[in-house]
Antibody
Framework: QITLKESGPTLVKPTETLTLTCTFS??????????VGWIRQPPEKALEWLAI???????PYRPSLSSRLTITKDTSKNQVVLTMTNMDPVDTATYYC????????????WGQGTLVTVSS | QSALTQTASVSGSPGQSITISCTGT?????????VSWYQQHPGKAPKLMIY???NRPSGVSDRFSGSKSGNTATLTISGLQAEDEADYYC??????????FGTGTKVTVL
């Protein structure tokens, strides 16, 4: 059974750095072709892809946010960490992590999501 | 990087068929057969319904089907049921090696 779960702060202040952790089970990020991505969704708005990390450590980022994003993996802990610097109220959103396989271009398993509010 | 364009809302009566369109460009939808569709109920995570234009994951009802023509992909829901009421998002690979989601479509079952 494949599961993913996001964890991190629910509230961050403007200019702070957000660190989110995705803890997963049922698959390994050391397996060829496997990736884990982050997607966010502002309240009442559409989904927005942020970043993916693959088994081979390839890390494509959303171009408009690439300067603020860092994605890393800890294969031994089955975790993927996303950091986003210089948070702003417009970054308020539910953040999801999801599994993706290469060379497929869809997310087949998703976490429940975690709401992050940016406010002073 | 603009979002793919979807009709904001679509409605239908139980048993009817509805279609949801997703329009992009030759750099994304039109250029690759890597269009997927997700269903999202309120307060829930998205669920994969269609991948690679027209393929259904195991467990997804065959009432859901996908197709593509040029720069527009289409999701069809036949035999509309109450539980189909949700938001639907398309997604496509792009020639920038990124993923793009659609603006979302709210499906209402009358």
């Amino acid at each position: 059974q494949i599961t993913l779960k996001e964890s991190g702060p629910t509230l961050v202040k403007p200019t702070e750095t957000l660190t989110l952790t995705c803890t997963f089970s049922g698959f390994s990020l050391s397996t060829s072709g496997v990736g884990v991505g982050w997607i966010r969704q502002p309240p009442e708005k559409a989904l927005e892809w942020l970043a993916i990390i693959y088994w081979n450590n390839d890390k494509p980022y959303r171009p408009s946010l690439s300067s603020r994003l860092t994605i890393t993996k800890d294969t031994s802990k089955n975790q993927v960490v996303l950091t986003m610097t210089n948070m702003d109220p417009v970054d308020t959103a539910t953040y999801y992590c999801a599994r993706k396989r290469y060379p497929a271009y869809y997310f087949d398993y998703w976490g429940q999501g975690t709401l992050v509010t940016v406010s002073s | 990087q603009s979002a793919l364009t979807q009709t904001a809302s679509v409605s239908g009566s139980p048993g009817q068929s509805i279609t949801i369109s997703c329009t992009g460009t030759s750099s994304d939808v039109g250029g690759y057969n890597f269009v997927s569709w997700y269903q999202q109920h309120p307060g829930k995570a998205p669920k994969l319904m269609i991948y690679e234009v027209s393929n259904r994951p195991s467990g997804v009802s065959d009432r859901f089907s996908g197709s593509k023509s040029g720069n527009t992909a289409t999701l069809t829901i036949s035999g509309l049921q109450a539980e189909d009421e949700a938001d639907y998002y398309c997604s496509s690979y792009t020639d920038s090696s990124t993923l793009l989601f659609g603006t979302g479509t709210k499906v209402t079952v009358l």
